[in-house]
């Protein structure tokens, strides 16, 4: 039971933020699912991936047969990291989270999608199914940096340095991150 003050706090907000997108179809993660030094939920990508093109996936798999996961999130953490804001040119504007979302991850001989925009009609039941297989994840209280540890204050509760609020994840690539404040905090 909640009393009048406690609707001051963050965590009110935080709680009523994640129930409605859960409503919505979002699944809650866990800050432990988010690996900081990729900036990603990897279980999400590679899931999509291996379950909507296992065809693709046994293609890359082939050209990479030891460690497959592995190789698969370094080349899309390498092409996510060569975002230009400047880019004009066609191959640039495959770069970043954007990019990758937008136009997908080649590497060697497969083709990969990261995810599938809502088709105009459902006259492919292939591309439906791939679309209600987009994972939308909201996680709270992600902690963003490799080199952060958990501190523990004088009051025994855990420091909220270098932690944000609220990150929603499109198929484990970070879209939207959420600080959240209150009139009085």
């Given at each position: 039971m909640t009393?009048?003050?406690?609707?001051?706090?963050?965590?009110?907000?935080?709680?009523?933020i994640i129930d409605q997108m859960q409503a919505?179809?979002?699944?809650?993660?866990?800050?432990?699912?988010?690996q900081t030094a990729t900036a990603l939920?990897?279980?999400?990508?590679?899931?999509?991936?291996?379950?909507?093109?296992?065809?693709?996936?046994?293609?890359?798999?082939?050209v990479f047969p030891i460690d497959s996961e592995r190789h698969f999130i370094e080349a899309?953490?390498?092409?996510?990291?060569?975002?230009?804001?400047?880019?004009?040119d066609r191959a640039s504007r495959t770069y970043g989270t954007l990019g990758v979302l937008r136009h997908?991850?080649?590497?060697?001989?497969?083709?990969?999608?990261?995810?599938?925009?809502?088709?105009?009609?459902d006259l492919n039941p292939d591309i439906i199914a791939r679309y209600e297989s987009n994972k939308c994840r909201i996680v709270p209280e992600v902690v963003?940096?490799?080199h952060t540890k958990a501190a523990v204050g004088s009051?025994?509760?855990?420091?909220?340095?270098?932690?944000?609020?609220i990150?929603?994840?499109?198929?484990?690539?970070?879209?939207v991150t959420m600080e959240l404040k209150s009139e009085f905090k």
């Open positions: 009393n009048a003050h406690d609707i001051t706090y963050e965590s009110v907000f935080q709680a009523d919505h179809g979002w699944q809650l993660g866990h800050a432990s699912g988010y939920y990897e279980q999400d990508v590679l899931d999509f991936v291996q379950t909507t093109q296992p065809d693709e996936w046994d293609k890359f798999c082939r899309l953490v390498k092409q996510l990291n060569k975002a230009d804001i400047n880019a004009t997908g991850l080649k590497i060697r001989n497969a083709r990969f999608s990261l995810c599938q925009f809502k088709p105009e009609h963003y940096s490799p009051d025994g509760k855990t420091a909220k340095r270098n932690r944000i609020d990150v929603l994840f499109i198929n484990g690539l970070p879209v």
